[in-house]
Structure formats: structure tokens, C-alpha cells
DNA sequence: TACATTGTTCGACTAATTTCGAAATACAAC
DNA sequence: GTTGTATTTCGAAATTAGTCGAACAATGTA
């Protein structure tokens, strides 16, 4: 396989677009390509397995997520930041927002 | 139970969101809310089973994108609008954001 | 050509989620 | 209290999603 298919921003839905950035490791990935730009897979693979970030790297594609573009042996990673975001205006201050200390500090209040 | 216990606000990550919009039933509910307004729960069930929609409700409930205040025998939901919006701007147009067929007919082409 | 590198695909397994009937709970009205 | 309505909880079955090793494909380099 030379080259990924990408689907139209306009072909994605809000759907899947919540249904990819369900998983920890996705939105994880997501959040890496926000901050510091295109990276390979094995970069964003935390000693992972390649065929799981595979799986994943191909779901965050086919929801319109991420744009894969092959360079030689590897294959370069972004997120479609602009076209994310004037399709669905917020969605990429969604993604960066990780603020899992005090959200989890604030869970453990609640929950008390 | 006399009545349910809502996170803060604060507490409500965008995965908590993300995963709680991954399901359609759960989007179709939120929608319904967000251009209705307030509903009880046999308002949003179409005919489906209650302890089905009770589950959903509750997912919805817990990633603090509803609320639900009991008023004599019936729940009354509603979307956290102000508060989602406050905390993840543009959330609320994206759970509005519904052009299936639109979005259908792009991934028929995109297909080809 | 052979080899190393990067990543995908396949298939099997496991884990998580969804579904739904039956029983239970909550409340209002009689 | 008994009845009726609205909804939850429980438990089990069905479905879907995630994980990972092994085999495969594409590219670059010696």
C-alpha cells in the first residue's frame, strides 16, 4: 500500500469523530500530534505492539482524525487540525484538554 | 432513589464525553435534548426497552453530559448545555451536528 | 540480490459494551 | 394499603472492540 484514502472532511461525522477519540490510547495520540506536529507511528508507540497502534492509527484515519502519509519505510502521522476544526470549531482545544490530574482529583471529591 | 448524582462540571474529561457521544442512541438523545429541550425518559425511547434507555441514561448521566431531576414518578433529562458549553466550547454544535444523510451520501462517494 | 526497517493484515483471544427480560423501587392517587 | 405508572437494577446472552503474535508487503541500503 502506497498511499491511505482519507475521507472528505465533509464526509465526517461528529459521530465518528467521538467514537475515535473514545479510546485513551487515541485521544493519547491525538493529543501527541496536536502539540508537537507529524510524527511516525513507532514515535507515538509507547513500546506498544505495532499491529495495535496499527489498528488504531487506521481507526483515527477512517474517522478523519489523522492523515497518514508514507515517506519512505515510514509513515508520517498528523492530525487535520484545520479541517477539523472548521468543520467542528472546538474540537481540537477538546483534544488537547487533558487535564486528567484534577479531573481525577475532582472525580475522587465527588465520588465521596 | 430520590435523586442522581451529577459530576461537576470540572470533573467531566473530554474522553468521558468523547466515549459517552461514541454511541448512537446516546448521540440521538443528546440531539433531541439539545433542540427540545428538557424530556422525560418514555419521551426519548422510541419503543426500545427502558432498562436499555435507563443504561444509556445513566452513561450520559455519569460523563456529565445530562441531568436528570425527578418530578413525581417521571425523570425529567435535560442537556448540560451551558455547562458543556462553558467547559468545551462548540461541543453543543457538534452534538447538533447531524447531516447523516449529507455525511452518507460523501462516504458513498468517498467509497467509490 | 539480500537484508534491515517500518508498518499492515490476518486470525485468535480477551475484555468491554450493549441489549433485554424479570424483579425491584419510587411515587402519586385512590 | 392497593393499584398504576415510570424507571432502575440485576443477571445473562449477544455483539463489538481492543490486543497481540505471526506472516506479509513496501521501501531503502549495502
Redesign the pocket.
Request: aromatic content about 6%.
Given at each position: 500500500?502506497?498511499r491511505?484514502e482519507h475521507p472528505p472532511i465533509s464526509a465526517v461525522s461528529a459521530r465518528d469523530v467521538f467514537?475515535a477519540l473514545?479510546?485513551p490510547?487515541?485521544l493519547e495520540i491525538a493529543r501527541r500530534l496536536a502539540r508537537r506536529g507529524a510524527q511516525?507511528?513507532?514515535?507515538l508507540?509507547d513500546a506498544?505492539?505495532?499491529?495495535?497502534?496499527?489498528?488504531?492509527?487506521?481507526?483515527l484515519?477512517d474517522a478523519g482524525v489523522v492523515r497518514?502519509l508514507?515517506?519512505?519505510?515510514?509513515?508520517?502521522n498528523s492530525l487535520r487540525s484545520e479541517e477539523l476544526e472548521s468543520r467542528f470549531p472546538g474540537i481540537v482545544a477538546m483534544i488537547l484538554d487533558d487535564d486528567d490530574e484534577r479531573s481525577e482529583a475532582d472525580a475522587a471529591a465527588f465520588a465521596r
Open positions: 500500500m502506497v491511505y467514537q473514545s479510546d490510547i487515541r511516525n507511528c513507532s514515535e508507540s506498544r505492539p505495532r499491529s495495535t497502534m496499527s489498528h488504531h492509527f487506521k481507526v484515519r497518514t508514507v515517506q519512505g519505510t515510514e509513515h508520517i
